[in-house]
């Protein structure tokens, strides 16, 4: 039994969240009927994304809807808040949220009292004051920059298969990914294979007349799967003649030109930026303790240290790993960990609730893997090492197993099973960005210059 009615918020709607409440929905299904215990989670958006399809979702292999989760769905027994956590102040325990609602009223944001705090905002990406990166670089986080970046590369092919001029058509062609991480690796693997499907639909243009870069900082690419599995992708990206620059970086992309540290120069159209992510700000506008990097600093059993009633894991928690032979390591930020930290935490929380003794986070990591196009990929998981097919093959089952929902699961598989009977689509959708901007134009109004000129163009 709960001692008292307890009011749970839980801040962000990823991996952890998520998974957090359902967990607490579930194991306090009673006490919520009754009314002691009410859940509140606050999120930027109505859906979790499952990131890992993202690669597959801008290759046309999965639907976009079906790579994310809706909120209000899955978490029947919880109040759902569309919005953001813009402070919070934990000796007070309230919370500042913004939303839709707060921005057209006008009054400011909205403060929400709670008793037990958890804090899953994820990660933003992590970019450099690099020249031209925030007016021409493309992240790779959401659903809504995969379809877009998918839209974009046909369109670049669209733009190369029309123009006379061989300075656009050379950078029409020429796609640079920076980041040698599993989101960099994975979304080029997968657009490389979707493009060189679509060019033998374009009457002048190549496989070969497409350039694809990719820049890695670091002397190495998919540190996670292991240095030979690592050198292995290396060598199996260069045989499909893409570009792979270890030790390079990318000081500039001012006037559509990338600019390497090497000296090179490549007039393109396309930068997608995958170069690590960042604490959330909103860890900022706490009250609560950070790490040197800008992380909660935890406890093992997920607690925010020096505190009480104030929960963190994923991307912004520093948890300890308890199962490291070093002192002092951290969990990798990673959805592995996240979706296993999730089970603890709502675990502890109900303890909590009852008076019960806490229970410790401990999951050895076992191993990653990663797709490089379709029937490609790189695995190490429990020490075996996998390549090509059976590793692609992994990847699919291992993330069909992760991804939530039965309902996620059977609409994943029916659409791998359809794309293995049928041809794959070469639809560029960009309008879908841009919904009014031919309405507009009839309606004699003048369309947004930002971005397009062209309504139906997507960059």
């Not at 970046?149 to 092919?157: S, T, W």
């Not at 393109?268 to 909103?282: D, F, S």
């Not at 675990?347 to 490609?376: C, F, M, W």
Request: aromatic share 6%; with cysteine; charged share 25%.
């Amino acid at each position: 039994m709960v001692k008292e009615r307890a009011r749970i918020l839980v801040v962000g709607g990823g991996y952890v969240g998520m998974y957090t409440a359902l967990r607490l929905q579930r194991r306090l299904k009673r006490e919520l009927e009754r009314g002691e215990v009410e859940i509140t989670v606050v999120t930027p958006d109505p859906y979790m994304t499952y990131q890992p399809f993202l690669p597959e979702a801008a290759a046309g292999a999965i639907s976009p809807r079906h790579v994310v989760v809706p909120l209000r769905r899955v978490l029947d027994r919880c109040r759902v808040v569309i919005g953001e956590a813009t402070a919070i102040d934990h000796a007070k325990r309230t919370a500042t949220i913004s939303t839709l609602a707060t921005e057209e009223e006008g009054t400011g944001g909205q403060l929400l009292t709670y008793d037990e705090l958890v804090l899953a905002p994820g990660s933003v990406s992590r970019t450099l004051p690099i020249p031209g990166l925030a007016d021409h670089g493309i992240g790779f986080k959401t659903v809504e920059e995969a379809i877009g970046l998918r839209n974009h590369v046909i369109e670049q092919m669209d733009i190369a298969s029309s123009t006379r001029d061989p300075a656009i058509r050379d950078a029409a062609l020429t796609f640079v990914f920076v980041g040698g991480g599993f989101a960099g690796v994975e979304a080029l693997g997968e657009l490389e294979d979707m493009a060189r499907y679509a060019a033998r639909y374009y009457h002048n243009v190549q496989p070969e007349d497409m350039k694809w870069i990719l820049v890695e900082a670091s002397d190495r690419i998919l540190p996670e799967v292991g240095e030979e599995m690592g050198r292995y992708t290396v060598t199996e990206l260069r045989r499909r003649n893409i570009d792979v620059r270890l030790q390079t970086r990318l000081e500039s992309c001012a006037d559509r030109v990338a600019v390497l540290s090497d000296g090179a120069r490549f007039p393109t159209r396309t930068v997608v930026w995958t170069a690590g992510v960042k604490p959330h700000p909103v860890l900022a506008a706490t009250d609560l303790p950070r790490n040197d990097r800008g992380r909660l600093t935890c406890t093992a059993e997920l607690a925010i240290e020096g505190t009480t009633h104030a929960w963190a894991a994923g991307d912004a928690a520093a948890v300890p790993d308890v199962t490291a032979d070093e002192p002092g390591r951290e969990c990798a930020p990673n959805a592995q960990h996240a979706l296993r930290q999730a089970k603890v935490l709502a675990d502890n929380i109900v303890h909590t609730l009852r008076g019960e003794p806490l229970q410790t986070y401990e999951h050895a990591y076992a191993g990653s893997v990663a797709s490089l196009g379709l029937h490609k990929g790189v695995a190490h998981v429990y020490g075996r090492k996998l390549k090509g097919y059976p590793a692609w093959f992994m990847h699919r089952a291992y993330h069909l197993s992760r991804v939530p929902t039965f309902n996620r699961k059977a609409r994943v598989l029916a659409e791998w099973t359809l794309a293995g009977l049928f041809k794959r689509e070469i639809v560029s959708l960009g309008s879908l960005e841009h919904p009014r901007a031919e309405f507009e134009l009839a309606a004699g109004g003048k369309p947004s210059q930002d971005p397009p000129v062209n309504p139906k163009g997507s960059s």
